[in-house]
C-alpha cells in the first residue's frame, strides 16, 4: 500500500505546514502592534517591518493546502469529494 505511506506522509507535511504558518502569524501578530487584528486586514502587515514572517505565513497555508490535498486525494471517490479538492486546490 504505497498511496497509504505516501497519503500519511502528505498529512503529516500539512499538519506541519499549517502548524508553521499560524505560529508565524500568532508571532507575527506580537512583532508588529501597530497594526490592529481585529479591523486589518492579514495582507496588510506586509507594510509592516516583518512583511518576510507575512511570507512565511501564506508559503506555510499554501504548502499545507496542497499537503491536505494531496492527502485526502485517495479517499474522495465520489463528485462531491472531487469538488471539495477542487476547491481545496484552488485555496492553496
Do not use: C, D, Q
Not at 3 to 10: G, H, L, M, T
Not at 26 to 43: D, N
Not at 49 to 58: E, Q
Amino acid at each position: 500500500m504505497t498511496w497509504a505511506r505516501s497519503s500519511v506522509s502528505a498529512a503529516a507535511i500539512a499538519i506541519v505546514a499549517t502548524a508553521v504558518s499560524a505560529v508565524s502569524l500568532i508571532l507575527l501578530h506580537l512583532l508588529s502592534p501597530e497594526f490592529a487584528p481585529s479591523w486589518r486586514m492579514v495582507s496588510e502587515y506586509a507594510n509592516g517591518r516583518h512583511p518576510w514572517l507575512l511570507t512565511v505565513v501564506f508559503l506555510g497555508w499554501a504548502v499545507g493546502s496542497f499537503a491536505l490535498l494531496a492527502a485526502l486525494r485517495p479517499l474522495s471517490a465520489s463528485k462531491l469529494g472531487k469538488a471539495g479538492l477542487i476547491f481545496l486546490f484552488v485555496a492553496g
